[in-house]
């Protein structure tokens, strides 16, 4: 009787069924999108630049509240926590991956979820720098990806004489991007948005005169360039 | 019933033949990671249902099922409400020093156990396992070692346990850190039927890890202040109620334990 007892009332909870409810919360998914890379890209100065590699690196993805007076008087009594390296928070994500651009066709490339705590976002902070070899993306042929943010590689044609230079630029700078969103994302409730991070690297070389630059200064000059038209050339659209 | 002292399960001296029942409600808080960033606020109440048998007056087998529920809430209002059968556990408790065999003042006793991985796994929409806040139970197979001194002089009592649990892999490739826990416990019964208790319990533990990766939010120490009643309203259902407040938390990254309150009820058969 004693033990029939005790094993009953084991055997009882060992059966129990057990019953999981989750409710999901503030989501915000994140993705790049690039146009499709074509043949030539014609520049606005009468280039074509056909591309053979284009590589993007990009490292971490953050929400940006909207400015908070109250929030910023208190970063300037609390110091700030150095980070060893990259890691995803609720408002960011420290997924380091590469893009292909020759491999883009318009469809989404996922990055991740973040899931921010209720508040107002006005903006996204997307940087770009040389990823770390588990990066989504790396290969043992992107081993440049390692010491750059981006590579590209191809010829140039100049469409009056028809010749063609070889074109090979690497950036190993840090770009970052602060995007405004059209109206800030205001969450007081659980809910699901999407954002889409557009990579428009049609236009990545124009304004760039290749015969003087290569004359000049050996593409210094044509890398600022480069970098600039990189650092406008990031669009956050939310859908 | 020769000895008068009111013990709860795992505390008692061990009686051939004696076999008790319990049910033990508990629970408790804990706020992990840092506010507005990536905290988890867990509530997590415990319905344990025991039976304990002494086969010999040296020897107390013991076994305890949990049933879990666990209501988990994340900064961007995420939820989740579990309710899982947890991990059973066996222990075993031997007397390895009386120091008379009718009313023994002093006990000393060795404690050995594990627990087992009869907690279901939660997943996601995806199948991938939940992280272990979601859990009901640990998932890996835990060995329990520990020993245990009880003093007996009419009306106090003292109770003191040192166990350590030493946890495998478990659930979502999470690996806990092991794990030290100290009991002292006095006991003043001035009545017949009613027994105050006060104590400190102290857990020390080593971090634990995901995937080989360290968890920031674990391994530290806590100590709490116990105050409890015993109380035994019939011949064989004895009471209990006991508040743990956290009085030394220097738990590792951002983790905070809130008041644990215990209650239950056992039936000696």
């Known amino acids: ?239 | 019933m020769g000895d008068p002292t009111l013990t709860i399960v795992g505390f008692e001296q061990p009686k051939a033949q004696r076999v008790r029942t319990s049910a033990t409600a508990r629970h408790r808080n804990d706020r992990i990671g840092e506010e507005n960033v990536d905290r988890l606020q867990l509530s997590e109440q415990r319905l344990e249902l025991a039976g304990a048998y002494s086969p010999t007056d040296r020897w107390t087998l013991s076994l305890m099922m949990p049933v879990v529920h666990r209501y988990v809430s994340a900064v961007n209002l995420a939820q989740a409400d579990i309710w899982a059968p947890g991990d059973l556990e066996f222990r075993a408790r031997a007397v390895v020093y009386r120091d008379r065999k009718f009313a023994p003042q002093h006990l000393v006793g060795l404690i050995g156990g594990l627990e087992f991985p009869t907690s279901s796994v939660e997943r996601d929409a995806e199948g991938i396992p939940l992280p272990l806040e979601f859990q009901a139970g640990t998932g890996s197979w835990d060995p329990i070692v520990g020993a245990s001194y009880t003093m007996f002089s009419d009306p106090w009592s003292v109770y003191l346990s040192s166990v350590g649990l030493f946890p495998t892999r478990g659930t979502a490739n999470t690996k806990a850190g092991i794990s030290f826990r100290q009991t002292a416990l006095g006991q003043l019964q001035p009545w017949k039927f009613l027994a105050f208790q006060v104590g400190v319990e102290l857990r020390i533990d080593q971090p634990g890890y995901i995937a080989g990766v360290r968890d920031p939010n674990t391994g530290g120490h806590i100590t709490y202040g116990t105050l409890g009643i015993v109380a035994l309203p019939h011949d064989k259902i004895l009471l209990h109620i006991t508040a743990a407040v956290p009085l030394i938390q220097r738990l590792d990254g951002a983790h905070e334990e809130g008041v644990g309150i215990t209650g239950g009820l056992i039936y000696e058969i």
């Open chain 1, 1 to 239: 009787m004693r033990s029939e007892i005790c094993i009953g009332a084991i055997a009882l909870t060992l059966v129990l069924p057990n019953c999981t409810m989750v409710t999901d919360g503030i989501e915000v998914d994140v993705a790049y999108r690039a146009p499709a890379t074509p043949q030539a890209v014609r520049t606005d100065m009468g280039y074509h630049v056909k591309l053979d590699r284009a590589l993007i690196a990009v490292g971490r993805v953050e929400l940006l509240e909207c400015d908070n007076f109250a929030r910023r008087l208190w970063g300037l009594f609390v110091p700030g926590r150095a980070r060893a390296h990259e890691e995803s928070t609720p408002t960011s994500l420290g997924v380091p991956m590469i893009i292909d651009l020759m491999e883009s066709s318009g469809t989404p490339l996922f990055a991740g979820t973040l899931r921010p705590p209720p508040g107002r976002y006005c903006g996204i902070r997307v940087v770009s720098a040389p990823a770390d070899a588990d990066a989504i993306g790396s290969t043992p042929e992107r081993t440049e990806m390692l010491k750059n943010s981006v590579l590209l590689e191809g010829v140039v044609e100049d469409s009056e004489t028809g010749g063609e230079v070889p074109l090979r630029a690497l950036i190993a700078e840090l770009i970052r991007w602060d995007l405004q969103f059209d109206e800030p994302l205001v969450f007081d409730s659980p809910r699901s948005v999407s954002i889409s991070l557009q990579i428009d690297h049609l236009g990545w070389f124009d304004g760039i005169d290749f015969a003087q630059f290569a004359v000049l200064d050996e593409g210094a000059a044509m890398q600022q360039r480069l970098t600039e038209n990189i650092r406008s050339s990031l669009v956050a659209e939310r859908l």
